[in-house]
């Protein structure tokens, strides 16, 4: 498929990272990012006003963004500001430019500091595999219909690589303060990792690219030695995290269809203090 082209066809598509976000779909589609905004502790009014108006980028995203694009090979221009400090109005100016202009402006030091990761991510061999440019291509984006509620689902792959030789590996980088394997038990519940990892294999399924592809984070510490772990989230994690994605599926459905987009409760909610405070009132006053 061509750019240019609306996405109104299942398949696989080479669009700009910024047109994916925008949604390719005519009359609109679901992300993961987008199911995990409608559960809690998101709901489909946070979800539609994000969808609606977009969210703007964050300079604490910029490290995370200049390692994808040193490791996948395609995004943004990464732009050295050669000035410590940014507070300056001629710099301030600069780096506003930059921004402007669609690229990431990085401190020398943080330049530096990506070009590390990248570097201590070529060097891991499982990562360097998984991402090998004569095997795969990045960011290409899926899109396909749901067949239970006729729902456009789409999803755009770090890394989508060529068919044949051997498993079908799905590998989604992710920069991060611990790569230990128990912060990234801690993450994958926190972020959702799990239904994002179900969300893109029912792509690759639903597409016929594989019958039984496999997810793993590609996790890199942004501190040196900038360490490696590939971690595979196991089938249990797996299967919530589809049954989840069909909830927001349901959801996004059933609000599509009658416009309406509620809040966290249309009901005045009894709130009630943590159960380890009530515990300890009851303790202290018997």
């Not at 729902?151 to 989604?172: E, K």
Request: net charge neutral.
């Amino acid at each position: 498929m061509t750019a240019t082209t609306p996405a109104t066809v299942p398949g696989v598509y080479d669009i700009p990272a910024e047109t994916y976000h925008a949604d390719p779909v005519p009359g609109g589609s679901l992300s993961s990012t987008g199911a995990r905004r409608i559960l809690p502790p998101g709901c489909p009014a946070r979800y539609r006003w994000e969808a609606d108006h977009g969210t703007l980028p964050k300079p604490a995203w910029d490290l995370g963004t200049a390692a994808h694009r040193l490791v996948l090979g395609t995004g943004p221009e990464l732009v050295r500001i050669d000035a410590a400090e940014w507070r300056s109005r001629k710099v301030k100016q600069q780096v506003a430019a930059v921004r402007a202009a669609g690229d990431i402006p990085l401190r020398p030091a943080d330049y530096d500091q990506v070009r590390a990761m990248a570097a201590a991510l070529r060097s891991h061999r499982i990562a360097a595999a998984l991402l090998d440019p004569d095997r795969g291509d990045p960011e290409q984006t899926l899109i396909w219909r749901d067949l239970v509620t006729g729902v456009w689902r789409r999803a755009m792959l770090d890394w989508l690589r060529h068919p044949g030789g051997g498993r079908f590996i799905v590998g989604d980088y992710k920069t991060c303060r611990s790569a230990d394997p128990d912060a990234i038990q801690r993450a994958v519940h926190t972020y959702g990792y799990h239904c994002q990892g179900a969300w893109y294999l029912d792509g690759i399924t639903a597409l016929g690219l594989d019958p039984a592809p496999a997810f793993v984070l590609i996790c890199q510490e942004k501190e040196p030695p900038y360490l490696v772990t590939v971690a595979e989230i196991d089938a249990t994690a797996l299967r919530i995290g589809r049954a989840l994605n069909r909830q927001a599926i349901e959801i996004y459905a059933e609000c599509t269809a009658t416009g309406r987009w509620p809040g966290y409760s249309d009901d005045i909610e009894l709130i009630r203090l943590p159960a380890w405070l009530e515990n300890r009132f009851l303790l202290e006053a018997s």
